[in-house]
């Protein structure tokens, strides 16, 4: 492994021309898809939040990824502070209100995730797009296409799609690191190592960022080993190439991978050599030191490294707070967990509903029941962050710990809440409430929830449009980091092409 990756950064020296990644250009947009949409009283019921860069950069931390800005995929563009949101329940995507109420209006699924689902419809829609609908096929929007596929871990089918076109699409830096990046997305670090060696002979040099993604790829495949002497040739190559120097974010990767590995003193002196090296720790890096302490050590010296990072200068975000305060609910010291949240809310960092969700959750454990329920009102009345569907299904379990007939009550309450809000309750959640009113004699309460759950009858409904509109070739959107928004057409199938990059029939 050493000796691969040794010839690659030896063959990277002094060769090839520099890639550098394409603007993109925004595709067209079609019209809206046919077949059924959302219900409107559905849709009215799904609540809009105002959205923040606070918001922006928790969802960025949930999938690891460094860039935290959130781009509507119907419009589209970027959501700016102040802007009015939906974030879709079942996968958390976000759009512009307007965006997302228009495109549900006529379509049932997820503007942004519905590719993953569909691979080879999507193959075959940008196909067809010259020939049935005049639309340009070049580099940058078969890039974003390969960008999706990888991300929905089809590399396999990225990599033949690239084999298979390479006349009509030659591929530079982009296409490359998004193959590297989807083959280390499914674990295959050796075939992304294929991908850099084959970059470097086709002539293209190698960026930051393509080391960066195979660095990540080593620790997400639990490569440790490899992931370490991957970063050393880095740095010895670096002392030559500048493409090669490990930067902020090769920096970070190890320290967050060294420490989901339990070694947390190579986490630290990682962290430390950074400022030896001349590359100065973001926020994101100590973010990555802090979360690995709580998991895999003492939450007080993630507490010092909280303070040391005040002591700096540095600005803690929404997702430090949130780290911080789950590992001192999680040693137990959730009063000081609590003191944080009003720290952190002085400090002028808003918390999301994530923060509190931790600190509920860890109250309700340790029984801890008054205190849950009046962050939980305070959260319904609107003066904390409104509450999210997991919100609602900690309280709702806590309110089975105590057996009190008051309690069942509460519990139907609360569901009725979360649908009136646009959550869709758990049919297991929603029977054992149900069961749970019966038991202890609320039969008119009783009788109101099974009339509610008549009239809102609506997670099959959805479900059942899902597979038709899935079935149907209609109107896919495709929103990658790198590019704008892409819509394609199509209801045609490519035999040739198709056969050759292993479509289904």
């Not at 580099?139 to 799609?161: E, I, M, V």
Request: charged share 25%; hydrophobic share 40%.
């Amino acid at each position: 492994m050493a000796t691969n990756m040794k010839f690659t950064f030896d063959r990277t020296l002094g060769h090839g021309r520099q890639g550098r990644p394409q603007r993109r250009r925004s595709g067209s947009s079609g019209e809206g898809g046919r077949g059924g949409g959302v219900d409107p009283e559905v849709l009215r019921s799904l609540p809009v939040t105002v959205y923040s860069h606070s918001m922006a950069a928790a969802a960025a931390a949930a999938v690891k990824e460094e860039d935290d800005s959130i781009e509507c995929a119907v419009c589209p563009a970027e959501l700016e502070e102040g802007d009015e949101a939906r974030f879709l329940p079942q996968c958390g995507h976000g759009f512009h209100a307007k965006c997302v109420d228009m495109w549900l209006g006529s379509h049932s699924t997820c503007p942004r995730c519905r590719l993953t689902r569909r691979p080879d419809l999507a193959v075959r829609l940008f196909l067809s797009l010259h020939r049935s609908h005049r639309v340009a096929q070049d580099l940058p929007l078969f890039n974003s296409l390969l960008d999706a596929l990888s991300k929905s871990r089809h590399a396999g089918k990225a990599a033949s799609l690239v084999r298979a076109l390479e006349q009509r699409f030659t591929p530079d830096v982009v296409t490359y690191n998004t193959l590297a990046d989807g083959w280390c997305r499914v674990k295959d670090t050796s075939r992304a190592l294929d991908v850099l060696r084959l970059m470097v002979e086709s002539g293209i040099a190698p960026t930051k960022t393509t080391y960066n993604i195979i660095l990540k790829g080593f620790f997400r495949a639990g490569q440790l080993r490899h992931a370490w002497d991957f970063f050393l040739q880095m740095k010895k190559r670096g002392s030559k190439d500048e493409s090669c120097k490990p930067d902020v974010v090769s920096y970070t990767t190890m320290v967050h991978g060294l420490g989901v590995a339990g070694q947390l003193e190579k986490a630290r002196k990682m962290f430390d050599e950074m400022a030896k090296e001349g590359c100065a720790p973001s926020v994101a890096t100590y973010n990555a030191l802090i979360q690995v302490i709580c998991k895999k050590g003492n939450v007080e010296d993630a507490v010092t490294v909280f303070d040391g990072m005040l002591v700096k200068g540095y600005v803690p975000n929404v997702v430090t707070y949130t780290v911080l305060i789950r590992g001192l609910c999680h040693a137990g010291k959730i009063d000081r967990g609590l003191k944080l949240l009003e720290r952190m809310k002085n400090g002028g960092c808003e918390p999301i509903v994530q923060t509190y969700n931790v600190l509920i959750r860890y109250l309700f454990e340790e029984g801890e029941m008054e205190k849950c329920l009046d962050l939980f009102e305070k959260m319904s009345k609107g003066e904390e962050c409104l509450p999210n569907q997991d919100t609602y299904n900690i309280i709702i379990s806590a309110m089975f710990m105590r057996k009190r007939a008051e309690d069942m009550v509460l519990a139907a309450r609360m569901v009725e809440e979360m649908v009136d809000r646009g959550y869709l309750p758990r049919r297991f959640m929603f029977n054992r409430v149900l069961n749970g009113l019966m038991l202890t004699g609320n039969q008119e309460l009783s009788r109101k929830l099974l009339r509610m759950q008549e009239k809102y009858r609506r997670a099959d409904h959805v479900d059942a449009l899902l597979k038709k509109t899935d079935r149907a070739s209609e109107h896919l959107y495709i929103c990658t980091d790198q590019s704008k928004n892409i819509a394609l057409f199509s209801h045609a199938n490519h035999g040739g092409v198709a056969k050759r990059i292993g479509l289904k029939a």
